[in-house]
């Protein structure tokens, strides 16, 4: 009999998955999210997934990213100890941009905490974000 191994949690419990491109590799991140993150984040892939017909995905750096154009990205997310956190590659091009600021001049941040309602927001970030350029990662 095989025993599965469980994926390593990094610092934050963040899952560490190895690289790879499509559904699988970001299925395995999100089941591997620990406690109320793990169904948060199949809301999150599945919001994405309806919104952008076609979506890449990969898992990179320990972080499912999504985008229209095989390494051209428009968001990712990865996990820490009380939130997820949403990077908007382009974010300073949405409206409302998201609340987080990041170092990288054009990124912004949406963190979900256990309990959030984030769909609608998230989804019409989604929807503007998708429609940019990509970051080329």
Same mark, same amino acid.
């Given at each position: 009999m095989t025993? @599965?191994?469980?994926? %390593?949690?990094?610092?934050?419990g963040n899952?560490?998955?190895a690289k790879g491109y499509g559904e699988e590799p970001v299925k395995a991140y999100i089941a591997a999210m620990p406690g109320w993150k793990s169904e948060a984040g199949r809301r999150i892939d599945?919001?994405?997934t309806n @919104?952008?017909?076609? %979506?890449v995905k990969a898992v990179k750096w320990n972080s499912p990213f999504?985008?229209?154009e095989t390494d051209l990205w428009f968001m990712n997310l990865?996990?820490?100890d009380k939130y997820i956190k949403i990077a908007f590659f382009r974010g300073t091009s949405l409206?409302?941009?998201?609340?987080e600021a990041s170092k990288h001049a054009e990124t912004r941040y949406f963190h979900i905490r256990?309990?959030?309602?984030?769909?609608k927001p998230l989804t019409e970030w989604v929807k503007q974000a998708a429609k940019l350029p990509g970051e080329k990662m």
């Open positions: 025993e @599965t191994k469980k994926p %390593v949690l990094l610092s934050g899952p560490q998955i599945a919001i994405v @919104t952008v017909p076609g %979506v999504y985008g229209t990865h996990c820490f409206d409302p941009m998201p609340p256990e309990g959030d309602d984030f769909e």
